[in-house]
């Protein structure tokens, strides 16, 4: 009995080292494909980890209708023993952008993946008396027709949007993708991201 409390205690530690590795090497990949695109959003950042499955990057000063920005690469909890039940249930790696724009948009709405961490998360709060609609696998609420346009718009620079939040209470801007490709220059990524955010403001 005693050896087998050892080599599971063994395991644990192995599987956290290397959960841990995997994904501080993931963070700091995705980090340095942000570099030639973040200064679209602000000239100074902000990091800090938070655990090891988390970063958060904070911009202070945002350009153009972004007042300020954060920017949080969450990653699945590969250093936990528990990652795949939490990958069966839509954890993934997950690019989140909460934007505070420079005035309130005019109108609100959730564009949602119910089958994502995120998505699930954001559904029991939306306001019931909002409109209701669908559009391929995702749940539309709120005003539909800027919904889809933002939608479209996602679609179009690649992104696979999990959640896209537009609210006149802070963050008014809430982007929920897929890591982007990391091929493509991330400047095109933080294009999108002001290009949402002007649409949101229409």
Same mark, same amino acid.
């Not at 958060?56 to 590969?78: K, Q, T, W, Y």
């Not at 939306?126 to 539309?140: F, H, M, R, S, Y």
């Given at each position: 009995?005693?050896?087998?409390?050892?080599?599971?205690?063994?395991?644990?530690?192995?599987?956290?080292?290397?959960?841990?590795?995997?994904?501080?090497? %993931? &963070? $700091?990949? @995705?980090?340095?494909?942000?570099?030639?695109?973040?200064?679209?959003?602000? +000239? =100074?950042?902000? #990091?800090?980890? %938070? &655990? $090891?499955? @988390?970063?958060?990057?904070?911009?202070?000063?945002?350009?153009?209708?972004? +007042? =300020?920005?954060? #920017?949080?690469?969450?990653?699945?909890?590969?250093?936990?023993?528990?990652?795949?039940?939490?990958?069966?249930?839509?954890? =993934?790696?997950?690019?989140?952008?909460?934007?505070?724009?420079?005035?309130?948009?005019?109108?609100?709405?959730?564009?949602?993946?119910?089958?994502?961490?995120?998505?699930?998360?954001?559904?029991?709060?939306?306001?019931?008396?909002?409109?209701?609609?669908?559009?391929?696998?995702?749940?539309?609420?709120?005003?539909?027709?800027?919904?889809?346009?933002?939608?479209?718009?996602?679609?179009?620079?690649?992104?696979?949007?999990?959640?896209?939040?537009?609210?006149?209470?802070?963050?008014?801007?809430?982007?929920?993708?897929?890591?982007?490709?990391?091929?493509?220059?991330?400047?095109?990524?933080?294009?999108?991201?002001?290009?949402?955010?002007?649409?949101?403001?229409?």
């Amino acid at each position: 009995m005693t050896v087998l409390i050892g080599a599971a205690a063994v395991l644990l530690v192995a599987w956290f080292a290397a959960g841990t590795i995997w994904n501080v090497r %993931l &963070g $700091s990949e @995705v980090m340095r494909w942000m570099q030639s695109g973040l200064p679209l959003v602000g +000239a =100074r950042t902000t #990091v800090r980890w %938070l &655990g $090891s499955s @988390v970063v958060e990057l904070v911009i202070n000063e945002g350009e153009a209708e972004l +007042a =300020r920005a954060a #920017v949080v690469i969450f990653m699945e909890p590969r250093d936990l023993p528990w990652w795949p039940l939490s990958r069966l249930r839509g954890r =993934r790696d997950t690019l989140i952008v909460r934007g505070f724009l420079k005035r309130p948009p005019a109108v609100e709405l959730e564009i949602l993946d119910p089958a994502s961490w995120s998505g699930r998360d954001a559904l029991g709060r939306v306001p019931k008396e909002w409109p209701a609609g669908d559009l391929k696998k995702l749940k539309i609420f709120g005003e539909q027709g800027r919904a889809e346009a933002l939608l479209a718009l996602a679609e179009r620079s690649g992104l696979d949007v999990r959640r896209l939040s537009v609210r006149r209470a802070e963050p008014h801007l809430q982007l929920h993708v897929a890591l982007p490709d990391r091929s493509r220059s991330s400047r095109e990524f933080f294009e999108a991201v002001h290009d949402l955010s002007e649409l949101a403001l229409k």
